[in-house]
Nanobody
Framework: QVQVVESGGGTAQPGGSLRLSCAVS????????MGWYRQAPGKQRELVAQ???????YSANSVKGRFTISRDNAKRTVYLQMSSLKPEDTAVYYC???????????WGQGTQVTVSS
């Protein structure tokens, strides 16, 4: 059974930085497209960044130039480095392990990120 566990959320001031981590167990990590999503109160969940097994990455326009997604296949972990944080980045951030072959998603429990002065 695939398990996805996020860590690293918390509170930061505007302009500050946080790094989220997401560890995957129970399956071969390299087969998954890894993604970070977020959901703010009253809003739909949105894709923040995504990275394939080869390292090819995508970032939403709202975070481009501020957030960087990366993965370490040996450690079975994906990271989201967040810099120049804004109050509108406040949300619960979810990690997703997506397998193209079966079109299946495996979600983590979410981690809260709050940006406030």
């Amino acid at each position: 059974q695939v398990q996805v566990v996020e860590s690293g959320g918390g509170t930061a001031q505007p302009g500050g930085s946080l790094r989220l981590s997401c560890a995957v167990s129970g399956s071969e990590f390299s087969i998954y497209v890894m993604g970070w999503y977020r959901q703010a109160p009253g809003k739909q969940r949105e894709l923040v960044a995504q990275i394939g097994s080869s390292g090819r990455a995508y970032s939403a326009n709202s975070v481009k130039g501020r957030f960087t997604i990366s993965r370490d296949n040996a450690k079975r972990t994906v990271y989201l480095q967040m810099s120049s944080l804004k109050p509108e980045d406040t949300a619960v951030y979810y990690c997703d392990a997506y397998r193209n072959l079966t079109a299946s998603h495996h979600w983590g429990q979410g981690t809260q990120v709050t940006v406030s002065s």
